[in-house]
């Protein structure tokens, strides 16, 4: 499985922005997703994953009720919706996908990993 991060950016605290994560075909649509970052000096973090399906998906509290992941299965693209960001959501996020069913939160968990696109908001 092949991943491409996009749709990171430079934005204001309270803004919104939409990372998009494209997949090869194949394995894509079987596969949990899943969405991490890694902050200036810090260790890479979770931030959010989705089942398969779409029907289960999990958060961390530092972002629960202001990202949302979603998968469009026909188009083999996962998404994170960010909204109310703050300057703490600065970093580089990355993609990640997982070939055994289950949620993760663990980078250990997933086997295939995009490049990462950056996100900074100012304050």
């Known amino acids: 499985v092949q991943l491409q991060a996009s749709g990171g950016g430079l934005v204001q605290a309270g803004d919104s922005l939409r990372l998009s994560c494209a997949g090869s075909?194949?394995?894509?649509?079987?596969?949990?997703m899943g969405w991490f970052r890694r902050a200036p000096g810090k260790e890479r973090e979770f931030v959010a994953t989705?089942?398969?399906?779409?029907?289960?998906?999990d958060y961390p509290d530092s972002v629960k009720g202001r990202f949302t992941i979603s998968r469009d299965a026909a188009n083999h693209t996962v998404y994170l919706q960010m909204n109310s960001l703050k300057p703490e959501d600065t970093a580089v996020y990355y993609c990640?996908?997982?070939?055994?069913?289950?949620?993760?939160?663990?980078?250990?968990?997933?086997?295939?990993w995009g490049q990462g696109t950056p996100v900074t908001v100012s304050s």
């Open positions: 989705i089942s398969w399906s779409g029907g289960a998906t």
């Open positions: 990640a996908a997982r070939k055994r069913p289950g949620l993760a939160t663990l980078e250990y968990e997933y086997d295939y």
């Open positions: 075909a194949g394995t894509f649509s079987t596969s949990v």
